[in-house]
């Protein structure tokens, strides 16, 4: 079945440094994945999605890669500043079918 | 901020008691989810629906049920709460005109303990 999950359960980095949070995925047949933040006793938050026959997308301040060979994903982050603390996971899609999330990482910023 | 509400925020119940937890979008997504997750984990989909009258189970659906009679309504019953189900519990929409089906909108999450 689908698997999602994260390499490194904690991230800290300093404010201003880029940031990059990875993904490994199991199943190759998921359309998308996507990429949510989760903030300390909130509900997470969609950041940005890539379809998968795509290999690169940027958002504001944030640029996901998609490598198929490896089944790797990672988010990267841009001049992190304070306010990205959060929780980081990966999900994948199939199209019709709910999404199937990973571990979170924990990214922490230092001023 | 996301037009999505859940009730209650806590409950403390205790074994065997049936609860239903509420969620409510103002939004017209027509799909809707419901997750639990426990501090610092991953989310694990329960149940999920594509408009009225649809459902669908997900992973961890076998302990409780869902109905969707209106599309601004997706409420969650345990019939009979243990203390396995303590846990966080979140409801999330979709369908959001112009935008992806992969960005949920998620509520705050009700809180559950269960003694």
Redesign the interface.
């Given at each position: 079945g689908e698997s999602v999950g994260l390499h490194l359960p904690t991230l800290s980095v300093q404010e201003g440094d880029n940031s990059i949070i990875n993904c490994a995925y199991s199943n190759s047949a998921s359309d998308y994945f996507i990429w949510y933040k989760q903030e300390s006793g909130k509900g997470p938050q969609f950041i940005i999605d890539i379809r998968s026959n795509m290999d690169k997308r940027q958002g504001q301040r944030v640029t996901v890669l998609l490598n198929k060979t490896v089944k790797h994903l990672s988010l990267q982050i841009a001049a992190t500043q304070p306010g990205d603390s959060a929780v980081y996971f990966c999900a994948g899609n199939q199209a019709g079918t709910a999404l199937i999330f990973g571990k979170g990482t924990t990214l922490s910023v230092s001023s | 901020e996301a037009d999505i509400y859940q009730t209650p925020r806590y409950l403390v119940i205790g074994t065997g008691k049936k609860i239903t937890l509420e969620c409510s979008q103002t939004m017209g997504h027509d799909k809707m989810?419901w997750?639990q997750q426990d501090p610092?984990?991953?989310?694990?989909?329960i149940h999920?629906s594509y408009g009225v009258n649809s459902t669908?189970k997900?992973d961890l659906s076998s302990e409780s049920t869902v109905s969707r009679i209106r599309t601004e309504h997706f409420p969650l019953t345990l019939e009979s709460a243990r203390p396995s189900h303590t846990s966080q519990y979140?409801c999330?929409s979709s369908g959001e005109e112009g935008r992806?089906?992969?960005?949920?909108?998620?509520?705050?999450?009700t809180r559950l303990t269960v003694l």
């Open positions: - | 989810y997750y610092g984990m991953e989310l694990h989909l999920y669908e997900g979140l999330a992806s089906y992969n960005e949920q909108f998620f509520g705050p999450g």
